[in-house]
């Protein structure tokens, strides 16, 4: 009689996805090699929302993608549910796959009496039942000692600045911050390219959301195409402000690159009225055709989450996707 029970049951990667950016999770599956797993998802007439999914993943190695898009609650309650339904049906490790961080900009407190929500939405996930985090740019790198367990931050900027490099004569870039809290995403931009660094001085009233005042620029950016950069276009307001800026101190052309395009309200008049060249972002958030113009250029970012959650299930190094630099 054998002393020990063996299980000859190989480890198993499945993928899940929501219905935020459906078009994501299945081009993550393509370049994994892989199909989605069959889920059934639904709402209710009342809002409840309801999934299931049509395979077993006991003992599977989870991932459950979904981007926090518009409506944003909805969003983030469908993945939360799917994680509760992925640790019910006993999946072994459980990674969430949040390509742009919902409440992310929500990191600290600016006054009194106000939440942390980016720390609340960590342990809503923990709560759920998520083992490891994986995400695409965070507002502020903070956010990864939110959670209680891996987190995995991915990296745009060498996609980004790659495809900026090809368009572009790398001789006459200027990287520009368009606020101080940029500033660190801007010299990681400089490195990469070797181009010199602007800042863009601002202030904005915390009483009144999306209104900004742009005050003073640092760095030489006369006769110069100019490359703004920032995680993010929400309104477009910050971005739109910075180029006129630009411009006004003799400026050649514009750039504006950004990871996550939430292209809110006003963003695409303001950006496809403005002086900017091109904008450059990628599909962390789903793009619809109204949202879309002709300055727009999307890149894919399904390639790079796909080496990652490769990384993670042979369990190498995500670290080693981008040679160390983060």
């Known amino acids: 009689m054998n002393a020990v029970i063996s299980n000859p049951s190989e480890r198993r990667l499945v993928l899940a996805g929501g219905r935020a950016h459906p078009e994501l999770a299945e081009a993550v599956a393509k370049n994994l090699g892989i199909d989605l797993l069959p889920t059934t998802a639904y709402t209710f007439a009342n809002g409840e929302l309801y999934v299931r999914f049509g395979e077993s ?19 983030i309650m469908e993945q939360l549910i799917m994680v509760d339904a992925m640790k019910r049906a006993s999946a072994k490790r459980i990674t969430v796959i949040i390509p742009s961080y919902g409440y992310a900009r929500q990191d600290k407190k600016h006054k009194g009496r106000e939440p942390i929500s980016a720390r609340l939405m960590a342990d809503l996930f923990k709560t759920a039942g998520a083992d490891r985090v994986m995400s695409v740019d965070l507002h502020t790198a903070q956010i990864q000692g939110f959670f209680d367990g891996p987190v995995d931050h991915l990296w745009a900027m060498p996609m980004l600045a790659d495809y900026v490099k090809s368009r572009t004569s790398p001789g006459n870039l200027t990287i520009v911050s368009p606020d101080a809290g940029r500033v660190r995403l801007a010299d990681q931009w400089s490195d990469h390219l070797g181009a010199p660094l602007a800042i863009i001085h601002k202030r904005r009233d915390p009483s009144v959301p999306n209104q900004v005042k742009v005050h003073e620029l640092v760095g030489e950016v006369q006769g110069r195409t100019c490359v703004l950069v920032d ?72 390639p790079l989450i796909a080496r990652a959650v490769r990384e993670v299930f042979d369990d190498g190094s995500v670290t080693s996707l981008f040679d160390g630099a983060v």
């Open 231 to 302: 995680d993010m276009i929400d309104t477009g307001g910050t971005i739109v402000q910075a180029a006129e800026a630009l411009f006004e101190n003799g400026a050649k052309d514009v750039i504006v690159a950004s990871t996550h395009g939430l292209l809110s309200g006003p963003a695409v008049d303001r950006l496809s009225k403005s002086g900017v060249s091109e904008v450059v972002i990628t599909d962390t958030l789903p793009i619809s055709e109204e949202k879309q113009f002709d300055k727009l250029t999307i890149l894919s970012i399904a």
């Open 57 to 75: 993943v006991r003992g599977a190695d989870a991932f459950v993608l979904q981007s926090h898009a518009a409506p944003i609650n909805e969003a």
